[in-house]
């Protein structure tokens, strides 16, 4: 029989082990718990869901995180399962008793008999191993060292983004092209404000609610990287002279630069997605909802990623990885789940599942057409595995998608049209495994 190690016991790496146990291979799951614990964990139990009890919305049709859950449920995925199994009421989310939900994952692991579950700190990685690695944002200090030698140093020990928007929900009537005194391709898009419009921006941002850091995360982790929110406390004009600087920015609609000016920049190639530049922020996603809203161009925008601050290790994968998540420099070594760059549980999931999959075939020397960038699993993996000079973690949401082949307005039935086209592929890829 078949062997495949894989390292970590949290969502990604469950989901991993069990999609290549349940298909005739012999699998070494190793987790330190509860021998011991990273500062984020306390209970002993795999697929400990740390943060929060919801996987978001089950909207199938009208939210990408609903999409992906169902994308998911197409292939078999466990951690969709339990979810669904040990569902709690929670509207339109799918929420799940912790303990519960833990308990499922752990019974099917420890179940099965294809899996050895090893209680033990890897802290080397066998390049000619096939070895999957599962650790997750708070991988251990050896075991780090380990991937931050195979990869290069291209690895990420905190995540500071500043959030996304959807181009299409930019007020173009208070923004504009251009750049700063005109030098480079005109791609920014420009959120000017006038001086009232700045105050009161500035006076929202001083009183946020700021996400509460964890016990293992302090001010030292966000060092190199000034969240807005402390800039806005150290003075009223921090802001213009940094993030929010107008100068060398001409409003065509007035001729002068304006009293204080937001930056957004393309974040994919298609230009649907754009980037708040230097909004790194430690608040809560609601406010930052609330606050950022108070910009004029940015009064009905649609945030496809909020800004976070956290500690999270994660390698640079548009560098290192393959499409099929093995290392470009050690093909039998796979990643998944939030160390390769998504962020998010299902997303972590989807990704430890999708590294079985093409693990599996790899180990058994298969072919495999790759799943197609039109699922929202597919554009994830897309998006991790792209070059990209800035690369920061991201979630599932539809600007990842490729565009219709036809120009649709209503944007409820865009989402709905690329919902149908992604369970479309998804069929044809699980005839394909």
């Keep these: 029989m078949q062997k495949i190690k894989v390292i970590g016991g949290g969502l990604a790496g469950a989901e991993a082990a069990y999609y290549l146990a349940t298909h ?54 466990l951690v969709i399962e339990a979810a669904d ?30 899996i050895e579950c090893i209680t033990e700190e890897v ?8 070895t999957i690695v599962a650790t997750g944002p708070l991988t251990t200090d050896k075991l780090s060292k380990t991937i931050q030698d195979m990869v290069g140093g291209a690895f990420s020990f905190y995540d500071a983004s500043a959030p996304i928007v959807d181009f299409e929900s930019i007020d173009m009537e208070h923004a504009f092209f251009g750049d700063r005194y005109d ?49 806005a406390a150290r003075g009223t004009d921090t802001l213009r002279f940094g993030p929010l600087k107008p100068v060398g ?30 909004f790194q922020t430690n608040l809560t996603w609601g406010e930052q909802k609330k606050v950022f809203s108070l910009i004029p161009a940015l009064k009905n925008a649609e945030f496809l990623r909020y800004g976070v601050m956290h500690k999270n290790s994660f390698i640079n994968s548009p560098k290192v990885l393959n499409p099929d998540f093995s290392l470009k420099d ?26 079985g999959i093409y693990a599996l075939k790899k180990l058994t020397e298969q072919k495999i057409t790759p799943i197609s960038e039109n699922t929202v699993t597919g554009a994830l993996i897309k998006y991790i595995t792209t070059e990209n000079k800035d690369f920061q973690p991201m979630n599932a949401n539809f600007g990842i998608l490729p565009p219709l082949g036809q120009i649709i307005r209503d944007k409820a039935e865009r989402k709905r049209q690329m919902a149908e086209r992604s369970l479309r592929e998804i069929s044809v890829f699980k005839k394909e495994i």
């Excluded at 509860?34 to 199938?60: G, I, Q, R, W």
């Excluded at 802290?123 to 096939?130: K, R």
Aim: with cysteine.
């Design 85 to 114: 199994s040990t569902r709690v009421p929670a509207g339109n989310a799918l929420a799940v008793d912790r303990e519960k939900f833990a308990d499922f994952v752990t019974k099917k692991i420890k179940s099965n008999p294809n």
């Design 249 to 278: 920015l001409t409003d065509p609609k007035t001729g002068r630069w304006a009293y204080a000016c937001l930056q957004l920049r393309k974040e994919d190639a298609d230009g649907k997605m754009y980037n708040m530049v230097g």
């Design 183 to 231: 030098k480079g391709n005109g791609d920014h898009v420009n959120c000017p404000m006038n001086k009232d419009e700045y105050l009161a921006f500035i006076d929202a941002l001083k009183t946020a609610e700021r996400a509460k850091l964890h016990d293992f995360e302090n001010t030292a982790v966000f060092e190199g990287c000034m969240p807005i929110e402390i800039m």
């Design 24 to 77: 005739d291979v012999k699998v070494e799951l190793y987790d330190i718990k509860p021998k011991s614990f990273t500062p984020a964990h306390v209970s002993e139990k795999y697929a400990e869901l740390v943060c929060s009890n919801s996987l978001k919305s089950n909207d199938v049709y009208g939210n990408a995180a609903g999409l992906l859950k169902e994308e998911m449920r197409a292939l078999n995925s």
């Design 123 to 130: 802290t080397d990685i066998n390049p000619d191993e096939f």
């Design 330 to 355: 050690y093909e039998k070594v796979f990643f998944a789940g939030q160390i390769t760059g998504v962020e998010g549980y299902v997303e972590s999931a989807c990704s430890g599942l999708m590294a």
